[in-house]
């Protein structure tokens, strides 16, 4: 790891191919032997996951996860009125997952000053390795539901007749 001027560190060239090449994996997965047919700012807010997660920048990755996960469920539909999400999704993806990085996602973007941080630079250097790997679950969770549609069709609003 190189030393960036405020302490941080930046990955090597090998610590970052081998995480690309595990998003690449987690990618294949959520794709499985179906083609991917994205929209231009999901894609590029993949893309920008794909170089945190490469980065090591763990609770950027877990922010745009969760970001790309919203926007795909907000195309398909959910929240929809009478509906319970969890019931709703359930079939598809594993809920409570969602719904546990949801929470910490909520804990660290919605502090106020006066709370306790959930994350703080003494838990990025001591604790990193918690983090990382809801980053892990952040990114699977979220390719996941960024292809929900090409696996589920019928979750496909585009593809719905209008009236």
Same mark, same amino acid.
């Given at each position: 790891?190189?030393?960036?001027?405020?302490?941080?560190?930046?990955?090597?060239?090998?610590?970052?191919?081998?995480?690309?090449?595990?998003?690449?994996?987690?990618?294949?997965?959520?794709?499985?032997?179906?083609?991917?047919?994205?929209?231009?700012?999901?894609?590029? =807010?993949? @893309?920008?996951? $794909? #170089? !945190?997660?490469?980065?090591?920048? +763990?609770?950027?990755?877990?922010?745009?996860?969760?970001?790309?996960?919203?926007?795909?469920?907000?195309?398909?539909?959910?929240?929809?009125?009478?509906?319970?999400?969890?019931?709703?999704?359930?079939?598809?993806?594993?809920?409570?997952?969602?719904?546990?990085?949801?929470?910490?996602?909520?804990?660290? =973007?919605? @502090?106020?000053? $006066? #709370? !306790?941080?959930?994350?703080?630079? +003494?838990?990025?250097?001591?604790?990193?390795?918690?983090?990382?790997?809801?980053?892990?679950?952040?990114?699977?969770?979220?390719?996941?539901?960024?292809?929900?549609?090409?696996?589920?069709?019928?979750?496909?609003?585009?593809?719905?007749?209008?009236?």
């Amino acid at each position: 790891m190189q030393l960036i001027e405020d302490g941080s560190s930046y990955p090597n060239e090998y610590t970052w191919d081998y995480r690309q090449e595990k998003f690449r994996r987690f990618e294949g997965v959520a794709l499985g032997d179906h083609t991917q047919a994205s929209h231009p700012q999901k894609e590029a =807010l993949l @893309r920008e996951m $794909e #170089q !945190t997660f490469c980065a090591g920048a +763990w609770i950027a990755t877990i922010f745009l996860a969760w970001s790309i996960i919203d926007i795909q469920l907000s195309y398909i539909g959910y929240p929809r009125k009478g509906t319970n999400r969890a019931d709703a999704l359930s079939k598809y993806i594993n809920f409570d997952a969602l719904e546990e990085l949801r929470i910490f996602r909520n804990a660290v =973007l919605h @502090r106020s000053p $006066e #709370q !306790t941080p959930v994350v703080d630079e +003494w838990e990025m250097i001591f604790a990193s390795e918690a983090i990382r790997e809801k980053a892990i679950l952040a990114v699977s969770l979220a390719l996941r539901v960024a292809f929900i549609c090409t696996k589920y069709p019928e979750l496909d609003k585009a593809r719905e007749p209008s009236d």
